[in-house]
């Protein structure tokens, strides 16, 4: 497969967790009131005969996160915190989270609770045939349950689709599993930094790189405690200048 290319020296030994491993990065930043609550259902997810860690990358929250964890989880070694002072971003400890995990296997997943851990099986099992497995809300049996998110969302993915030609209905989503081997092998400067726009350059390099993408419904729930620090505005800007931003990578690479 033309996914072996990308392997690299390092990966050549033996995952720390074993063969069927898995590594869940949750990406935090004043996530106190649904951390535990996220943990505690990722461990109650994972598929019996999978070794597994939880990544908590929080990015010095004021609310005390990674206390949290520390107080309630602080006694499992599966249950890993990561403090970041500096650099700090969505996207970047997405990065970071990746970079330090000992699955074979990684899952990205966001921390506010709409990303529900019942999907987590689904991802992969499917992942077992697929290189890159993104959980969908706009493919058949997709969802969102918050309505006026869910149609302000497929609109905006219809706007990245034709900017960037890609034929991923959920560009945006952020809930995926891939091997960590795929990911490291792919361009990381050029993807991880700013916020949700990641997404999509994560999936371009993907599909670029001769991966086969397979998106799978998933449900999306609300958000648990705590304020979305979802602005439209902002986002509507910034993830417009990142598609148009790709969109010339795209032609320069194509020359």
């Known amino acids: 497969m033309m996914a072996d290319l990308f392997f690299s020296p390092l990966e050549s030994r033996a995952s ?13 930043y004043n996530e106190s009131g649904n951390i535990t609550r996220l943990v ?6 994972i598929p019996a005969g999978w070794d597994y ?6 990015d010095n929250s004021p609310d005390d996160t990674l206390g949290v964890v520390a107080r309630q989880f602080g006694g499992d070694p599966r249950i890993v915190p990561i403090l970041r002072t500096k650099d700090r971003g969505f996207a970047k400890s997405i990065r970071e989270g990746i970079e330090r995990a000992s699955g074979d296997r990684i ?3 966001d ?14 099992h499917v992942g077992e045939i697929y290189d890159f497995v993104s959980g969908s809300r706009f493919c058949a049996g997709g969802r969102m349950v918050d309505t006026v998110h869910y149609l302000l969302s497929m609109g905006y993915n219809w706007v990245l689709r034709l900017l960037i030609r890609t034929q991923v209905q959920d560009n945006l989503g952020g ?17 991880f930094f700013g916020y949700g726009d990641y997404y999509f350059r994560l ?7 001769g991966f086969s993408i397979v998106e799978i419904p998933a449900a999306y729930l609300l958000r648990g405690n705590g304020k979305s620090k979802s602005n439209w505005l902002r986002m509507l800007f910034t993830y417009t200048t990142g598609a148009i931003r790709l969109k010339r990578r795209i032609r320069q690479l194509d020359l």
């Open 40 to 45: 505690t259902g990722v461990v109650s997810s």
């Open 107 to 109: 899952i990205v997943m």
């Open 111 to 124: 921390s506010d609770l709409t990303h529900d851990p019942a999907e987590i099986p689904k991802l992969l």
């Open 203 to 209: 999936l371009h390099f993907v599909q670029k790189s």
């Open 175 to 191: 809930y995926f599993t891939a091997r960590r081997s795929l990911l490291l092998g792919l361009p990381l400067d050029e993807i």
């Open 16 to 28: 720390i967790l074993g063969d069927r491993s898995v590594s869940v990065v949750l990406p935090t």
């Open 53 to 58: 860690q939880i990544l908590v990358v929080d």
